[in-house]
């Protein structure tokens, strides 16, 4: 049975200064953090990917992680901050991790965003398949 919003009842705290329920909707914009959004346009750009080159992104494992480890491996001369990518080794699928937090640092806006983890995903692909990113994404870098 349907009972209109302003039938129910009102539920306050417990010292009668505000409300217990969340002051807006879970599908509005407001309530979705940065990390949410974050994983939402990854997963829109491995959809693209995946539908684009089925057979290179199938069996890649994609992680996002919050910051990178603070000690780089020795054999790494210079580390990237922003993603890294694993090659397949050992029975261990091939592995793409985005670090968020230092690319979100360098965003302005969402957009943005969109095009660094853009970027980002097709570099490392790139980079495990031995490819120019521009054969993946002939938009890559602009």
Not at 22 to 46: E, K, V
Request: glycine share 4%; net charge positive; hydrophobic share 35%.
């Amino acid at each position: 049975m349907y009972v209109p919003p302003w039938e129910t009842r009102v539920y306050r705290n417990r010292h009668g200064r505000g409300m217990r329920t969340p002051m807006f909707g879970t599908r509005l914009p407001r309530y979705r953090t940065r990390s949410g959004l974050f994983d939402d346009l990854t997963a829109a750009q491995l959809r693209r990917l995946s539908q684009a080159w089925p057979d290179l992104i199938k069996p890649v494992q994609f992680a996002i992680e919050d910051v990178s480890p603070s000690d780089p491996a020795p054999w790494e001369a210079h580390p990237c901050m922003t993603s890294q990518s694993f090659a397949a080794m050992h029975g261990n699928p091939a592995r793409v991790v985005l670090y968020r937090l230092p690319i979100q640092m360098h965003c302005r806006s969402q957009l943005d965003l969109q095009l660094a983890i853009r970027d980002e995903l097709v570099m490392r692909v790139a980079e495990l398949y031995g490819r120019n990113p521009e054969d993946i994404d002939h938009n890559w870098g602009m």
